[in-house]
DNA sequence: CAGGATCCTGGCTGATACTG
DNA sequence: CAGTATCAGCCAGGATCCTG
């Protein structure tokens, strides 16, 4: 089974199909550094380092870890320069590009509805915690 | 500080700011159960048990909680009456039906690039796991 | 019917140290 | 420079039992 029980024949809601769909598109960059890694990438070659300056915060583990994944489903490409120090560059791969287009409507999203969000966070805390 | 760094004059990457914003939108629905419920209430007001049976999988723990968030998050409205039995309706939010619009990008993403993603897994797994 | 309370586990994550 | 290895902590999530 996978996606919560919406495989093969089982019979599902078709909404539900959706909802799955959406999931396995979190599985991959829903992680806590994926999108950062991917929107630098996406303007172009990145290294190594330069990630680890860029995406504030994150850990020489969690930046490999990251790297890997996305890697392995294909969203980043990994050139490795056989120099010595050694050079390795990360691009976005063109699924990963239009995945970074499809984010726009999101990020739309989020930003018209920032305060409103806020707001009604403020009101149900007021009304719930203390009462 | 919130969003790895990324707060009022802190000098960062233009790009950065995007993902900062996309990460907001995942904070509230990258959960494991919270699209399922979206797209659940955006057909229409559904009850907790309705919920129950149509989430395949979700315990009555979590859909509570998660219930509970998008609801603090202004993207449900709970409406109860105070009836024996009690009966509990949930219903999206105008926002909560926007950003399910917004989804439709992904899940078109998701699905162009399904087979895709799949072969990128299985050939890096083949190149790596077995060295 | 629609929850609340408790206990517990696995996996993600961070910190630190080492290396080809 | 670009990693790998190891240890330790936290918290989302699951299992189970109880209730207005």
Redesign the interface.
Known sequence: MEC???ASD?P??P??A?????????D?V?G?WS??I???A??GPVRFTELER?????SRRMLTLTLRNL????LLHRRVYPTVPPKVEYTATP?AL??Y??????????????S??A???AA??REHDRA
């Open positions: 919560a029980g919406v089982t599902f809601t909404g539900q959706r909802a799955c769909t959406v999931r396995e598109v979190l991959r829903g806590k999108i950062g991917l929107v630098a996406s303007q860029q995406i504030e915060g994150i890697e392995r489903d294909g699924i239009e995945l287009e499809s984010l726009v409507a999101l990020t739309s999203w989020a930003e018209r509805h920032r409103t969000i707001a009604a966070r149900y805390d």
